[in-house]
């Protein structure tokens, strides 16, 4: 089987011209063509949204410098948060949803290729859009600008008054466009999951990625419309004269927080499941055990799914909620801690046990349990409304949210990358290299975030440029930018591996791991119609019961 | 010491949170150790050995017990943590108003912080006086929180945890600091260009002190003939569209009202001394302290510059 696959590989990179190559890779409707361009793109806005961080953690090494003036500053964290959101982490999961999910649940392809492929140009034509701004943000006279009114845009900073010019439009209209773009590939991925099973995979037997890319994608149709309409409204505002969020007019500000958060927060949710959906893939094949307690995990992400719609507003604990509103934000916010709670748990007991191997993506997936428990339990010290009090908007609460992006998300996104890479590329990547990442990445994130929580407490607020000498933040901001050098070099490392083993790697064969969905039971990479005959299943590791015919899983399973 | 660390409260709304925060600090530290034990023993104790044989671990597939017990645990600790914390929010949000509490209207600006108490026909601005509240007898401040144009938030960490301003939407807090001094802190609600450097200092005063720069602030602002042409300049320029000097024809709104202008110890929201070299710098290039401000360079000759800020340190 191995040599047919290499065979069928050297026919297929036979040189043709670049033209005709990359036409084929804009008119691509294989879902696997679309994942990588989802993932590579998102590589690519990965960088400048981190040099955009970069430039601010310079700005902040010390008490009044002068790097970059007010004005840039907030473009920059206005830029960095919209682009880290929105055109890496959704493309991101995305990206891998695309590949992952007919490979894992044995279908030739997602239910709607072509809009699969509308989806994705309309998300890569948001990012421009927002990046023209730095040209035309302020119409064709002087330099543009890029918007500055953060990434959440309160109301009333992006009326015409206090946002002239055009740069806020752009923001707008990147967001309003990219949305679109979501909410096809949620109801693509919604769609091919419910109808394009393989014979034998009940909704029961499915990969657990599957089970959580279902609920990221029913979120991202909950959470992305109610954010396009509030952009809606907003451009009502700026050109026809609606008074929605125009408090000048007697329009609410409030309302758009509302808007806002009843989308983002279920936005976390959207970036995390698909997190917690890789390490639920990748520990238990490098535990070598199953996950532990399979229905549980799937119930506690549905339950995740429903509370999740329903705590927007401890984002807004500082606005002057009544005690009651208050205590309700609260209690939901609480109780998410129960099944995230037990999504860990099962974790740990699924290594439990086990014998497992610490190749790089398993290293990532424990630096993920480990971080996310600490992003959990800040973010139960933020949901105490008294303290948010305190903490909302101040440093603690950047570091706990760059905990659950960074340490919980990309973190596992880095794991799903070594763990996938030999299923994308037919090639292995390089251990050393990958260990060599994640060692610079870990200490680098751990200083830069773990040391970000002390300003926070010491009454550091964020956005801003520039801050008071003798506040004792001044020690702090230099360890945080310090660490930032770590994780550009790991970043750096990660790019060049994927580069070299895809060159020069070795052969990956069908199933480097030994592992037990679908995926694996294809060539690498898998040919364009993924199975030659579709697979039938009768338990949710269909490969384990191939390799293990006297002990199959069938026989056992919850 | 941190002037602003939440760790060092001075009045109830922020002793509360303070107590809390110990609890809730205290309750996930427990489960950190906990969890974070089991997670460094699965990985010692479960690794694969070099001398493995290769051979598969026993598969095991989950428990409902299991499952039920870390589910009714978790659930346990957030019905305690949630009580613990209503009744924070329902004490800090619902406290009792004595007779004598000072009320004060704070109105965000962008980037200034303007200060009325209406009891005493009273404007400020920046520097906010308030009496101490002795803990025997209490003497609070009640503050209703406006904004002039978009969103701030009013954090002095030692008094009180944020409130935010919003246009259209009155929103209140309170304080009541058993210390007399100074306590710090600055807008936490993006603004604007200049949301850094929108400081906040807050002058608790002893209750003789508090009455003295009352009475001192009702005073009409003082007229003083040495200083005539420098009236004349800032009566005559833009100056008088937004500032405002009680007792004279300059009664703008948009910028900080300057009848007491030398009462206080900084300009332009904290960000900078209030000395005579920084206030020619500020009349000169605003942009030099507060790049961003909406204080104009006035193109005032250097003459008139000085004349101005005569007159403006006349201001007692």
Known sequence: ?558 | MSPTSIFAPVSTPADSIFELSMFVLAVTAGIFVVVFGLLVYAVVRFRRRRDDDGSEPPQVYGSYEVELAWTIVPVLIVVALFLATARVIASVQHPPKPKDALDVVVIGHQYWWEYRYPKFGVVSANELHVPVSDPAHPTPTFLTLLSADTDHSFWVPRLAGKTDLIPNHPNSMWIDPRETGLYLGQCAQYCGTQHAKMLLRVYVDSREDFDRWIEAQRRPARADAAVARGRQVFETTACVNCHAVGGTNANGRFGPDLSHFMSRDTLAAGAAPNTPENLRLWLRNPDAIKPGSLMPAMQLSDEDVNAVADYLESLR
């Not at chain 1, 990588?36 to 998102?42: R, T």
């Not at chain 1, 037997?205 to 979120?219: E, F, G, N, Y």
């Not at chain 1, 995230?340 to 748990?345: D, E, L, R």
């Open chain 1, 1 to 558: 089987m191995t040599t047919a696959s290499v065979a069928w590989t050297d026919t297929d990179v036979a040189p043709r011209p670049l033209v005709e190559r990359l036409h084929e890779w804009v008119t691509t409707v294989d879902h696997k063509r679309l994942g990588v361009l989802y993932i590579v793109y998102a590589l690519v806005f990965l960088v400048i949204g981190g040099i955009e961080a970069m430039i601010m953690r310079i700005q902040l090494i010390a008490a009044h410098t002068d790097f970059v003036s007010p004005q840039v500053f907030n473009r920059m964290f206005t830029m960095h948060g919209t682009t880290m959101i929105f055109f890496v982490a959704m493309p991101l999961v995305f990206g891998f949803a695309n590949y992952m999910v007919p490979l894992m649940i044995g279908a030739r392809d997602m239910a709607f290729p072509r809009l699969n492929a509308f989806s994705f140009w309309l998300t890569a034509f948001g990012g421009l859009l927002l990046y023209f701004s730095f040209l035309g943000g302020s119409g064709l006279y002087g330099a543009g600008n890029a918007p500055d009114v953060g990434w959440f845009a309160y109301a009333p900073l992006t009326a015409k008054t206090f946002s002239p010019g055009h740069s806020t439009d752009y923001w707008t209209l990147a967001l309003l466009v990219s949305g679109f773009g979501s909410i096809g590939t949620a109801i693509n991925i919604l769609t091919t999951i419910l109808c394009m099973r393989c014979p034998g995979m009940t909704l029961g037997r499915m990969p657990l990625l599957a089970w959580l890319s279902l609920t990221m994608a029913v979120l991202v149709i909950l959470a992305v419309s109610p954010l396009s309409a509030a952009q809606i409204m907003l451009l009502v505002d700026r050109y026809l004269g609606g008074h929605f969020f125009d408090t000048q007019a007697g329009g609410s500000a409030v309302m758009w927080m509302h808007f806002f958060w009843v989308f983002g927060h279920p936005e976390v949710y959207v970036l995390v499941i698909p997190a917690f959906a890789f390490a639920s893939e990748i520990i238990p094949v490098f535990s070598r055990k199953p996950i532990f307690g399979y229905p549980v995990m799937v119930a506690a992400t549905v339950c995740i799914g429903f509370i999740s719609m329903s705590v927007w507003a401890h984002h807004m604990f500082t606005v002057g909620m009544s005690p009651a509103g208050n205590g309700f934000f609260v209690l939901s916010t609480m109780a998410i801690a129960v099944p995230t709670g037990i999504k860990i748990f099962n974790w740990l007991a699924t290594m439990w046990g086990g014998k497992i191997q610490f190749r790089t993506p398993m290293l990532f997936c424990t630096a993920f349990l480990f971080q996310f428990l600490i992003a959990g339990l800040t973010g139960i010290m933020l949901g105490s409304a008294p303290l948010d009090w305190h903490l909302g908007n101040s440093y603690f609460v950047v570091a706990h949210f760059h905990y659950v992006i960074v340490g919980a998300i990309l973190f596992t996104v880095f794991a799903a990358f070594y763990y996938w890479f030999p299923k994308f590329s037919g090639r292995l990547y390089s251990e050393t290299l990958g260990r060599l990442h994640f060692w610079l990445f870990f200490i680098g994130f751990h200083l830069t975030f773990d040391c970000m929580h002390i300003p926070g407490l010491l009454g550091m607020p964020r956005r801003i440029y520039t801050y008071e000498p003798g506040r004792g933040w001044d020690t702090w901001n230099l360890l945080v930018t310090i660490g930032v050098v770590f994780q550009g070099l790991g970043t750096l490392v990660f790019v060049g591996n994927l580069i070299w083993s895809y060159f020069k790697g070795e052969r990956a064969g069908n199933d480097p791991w030994d592992a037990w969905t679908l995926e694996w039971s294809t060539e690498s990479p898998p040919p364009a119609y993924n199975f030659a005959t579709l697979p039938v299943v009768r338990s949710r590791r269909p490969l384990w019961d191939l390799k293990h015919p006297e002990d199959p899983d069938w026989k056992y399973e919850q």
